[in-house]
């Protein structure tokens, strides 16, 4: 699919439309198309691909109750208006399908982001709220990106400022893609931004890492778990090749990962000239 040149571009999270990345994403995007903000009211990270549909959300954010009568297949997403746009009252999932079907005009591309923490790896697609906004518009056959910064580590408050790297590099692949064909190729790119003080070292196209690590413990009466990964990852002591997406941020690299729905890793090589020509 063809980008225009000046693009319509729905934008969603799943940090909720108050969130500082978004903030910033929409203002690098709307200096290269019109942007539209359709977004969680409230956090919803971690929800993966689930839905609204036929489901009534609590206002206190606990739990979903069915909702759905059994003669319609029709079901309210409730929202409201802010300065950004429309804050929903469900999931990036909900937010991808109403912004790219309910809308007029339809949006050309779908940008998720960005987020509060990286979404690294192949286990995370169905799992990250930002990941899976984007791979819902991808199903619905709108172009998407998603847009994740490394904030592992580092402990300040976040401000609109220390996501600005990463609008840049939205608002560049964005502005890019027109001509080059790129999205005749890949459904959806996972993007993932080193921290604000990281020193750019670059962009690498990668493929998500295979490498998943959880462990779980029966102790005191409790479960619990314990993300190996991650601490691997705070120590800057990862097992994955030199290819992968962690790697590259750990490298302090902007991972570049080239997607096909449902779960299928782009060969990066013939669109590799493409990413030279965009960025």
């Known amino acids: 699919m063809e980008l225009d040149s000046d693009p319509h571009i729905l934008l969603t999270n799943d940090d909720g439309i108050d969130a500082p990345g978004i903030r910033a994403l929409h203002d690098a995007l709307s200096a290269v198309g019109e942007v539209t903000v359709v977004a969680p009211d409230r956090n919803r990270s971690a929800v993966g691909r689930s839905l609204s549909y036929g489901r009534t959300n609590s206002s206190d954010g606990g739990d979903l109750s069915l909702d759905l009568e059994a003669d319609s297949f029709t079901s309210p997403v409730p929202h409201t208006d802010h300065d950004l746009g429309y804050a929903v009252d469900g999931t990036p999932c909900d937010c991808a399908i109403v912004g790219a079907k309910g809308l007029e005009p339809a949006p050309d591309i779908v940008v998720s982001g960005c987020n509060d923490g990286a979404n690294l790896g192949a286990y995370v ?119 992968t997406d962690r790697h590259a941020v750990l490298e302090e690299a902007v991972s570049i990962s080239p997607l096909r729905v449902p779960y299928e890793v782009v060969d990066t090589e013939p669109v590799r000239t493409v990413f030279d020509r965009v960025l």
């Open 125 to 243: 697609f169905s799992r990250s709220g930002t990941v899976s906004a984007a791979m819902e518009a991808a199903f619905l056959g709108t172009p998407s990106i998603a847009v994740s910064m490394d904030t592992l580590g580092y402990d300040d408050d976040l401000e609109p400022a220390d996501f600005e790297r990463a609008g840049e590099i939205a608002a560049d692949l964005v502005a890019g893609a027109p001509g080059t064909g790129l999205f005749d190729r890949v459904d959806y790119l996972n993007v993932n931004v080193p921290g604000p003080k990281a020193e750019p070292n670059g962009f690498a196209i990668t493929r998500p890492t295979e490498v998943y690590e959880m462990d779980a413990a029966f102790e005191d009466g409790r479960f619990q778990l314990t993300n190996r990964l991650w601490q691997q990852m705070s120590n800057r002591d990862i097992p994955d090749d030199e290819d």
